[in-house]
């Protein structure tokens, strides 16, 4: 099955610096890559996501790169906030016909320094 | 509100019981999906219902089983508990647009 690897596991940047965080996954049926963020406590929600047939998708402050050749995919949050400390998760998964179930990586703990 | 919903919001029970998890996925979603998850071991996938028949199991344990019944809604039953068992346990419905995690259920297992 799918396997997905994510880090780093722990990331700390300084307020308004950017952060990135790297993703690889193994099945290269894959064809959904969502991100989630999950604040303590909280359910995870959806940031962004992006579909095997697109290379970038960005939304402000929020961008995800994916290369379909290498298998791996990245968030990148630009002027990072103190509100976007949280655990980052990437998924993927084959979407349309049969089971579509993520698989999680193991989640980026993001630290915002002031 | 995220229109998924899971009911209790906590749960503390014993080592040997057996529990009922429950979740109403959002409105015009056919799937339902299970995930555990631990301090250790991230968002684990369980299960999958589609319209009211299993599609796909992860890392789910035979003492473990699932349901979904007519109206959508589905049901984790957890029995044997063990001390590792304890976790926020998330259902999340969805399609092709993505999925939207419940609030979850924290199990303790005592």
């Known amino acids: 099955g799918e396997n997905v690897e994510q880090h780093p596991s722990t990331l700390s940047v300084q307020e308004g610096d950017s952060a990135v965080i790297k993703c690889t996954y193994s099945d290269s049926a894959s064809n959904y890559f969502p991100w989630y963020k999950q604040e303590l406590g909280k359910r995870p929600q959806l940031i962004i996501d992006i579909r095997s047939n697109v290379g970038e998708k960005k939304d402000q402050r929020i961008a995800v790169t994916l290369n379909k050749t290498a298998k791996h995919f990245s968030l990148h949050i630009t002027e990072t906030q103190p509100e976007d400390s949280a655990v980052y998760f990437c998924?993927?998964?084959?979407?349309?016909?049969?089971?579509?179930?993520?698989?999680f990586g193991k989640g980026t703990h993001l630290i915002i320094q002031p | 509100d995220s229109g998924v919903t899971q009911t209790p919001k906590h749960l503390i029970t014993a080592t040997g019981q057996r529990v009922t998890l429950r979740c109403s996925p959002r409105?015009?979603?056919?799937?339902v999906y299970w995930y555990q998850q631990s301090l250790d071991q991230g968002l684990q996938f369980l299960i999958q219902y589609y319209n009211g028949e299993e599609r796909a199991k992860g890392n789910i344990l035979e003492r473990f089983s699932a349901q979904q019944f007519p109206d959508l809604h589905s049901e984790l039953n957890l029995s044997s508990l063990e001390l590792g068992d304890s976790a926020l346990y998330f259902c999340?419905?969805?399609?092709?647009?993505?999925?939207?995690f419940g609030s979850g259920t924290r199990l303790t297992v005592v």
């Open positions: 998924a993927a998964s084959k979407v349309g016909g049969g089971a579509d179930g993520l698989t």
């Open positions: 409105s015009g979603d056919l799937s």
């Open positions: 999340a419905s969805g399609d092709r647009r993505g999925y939207t």
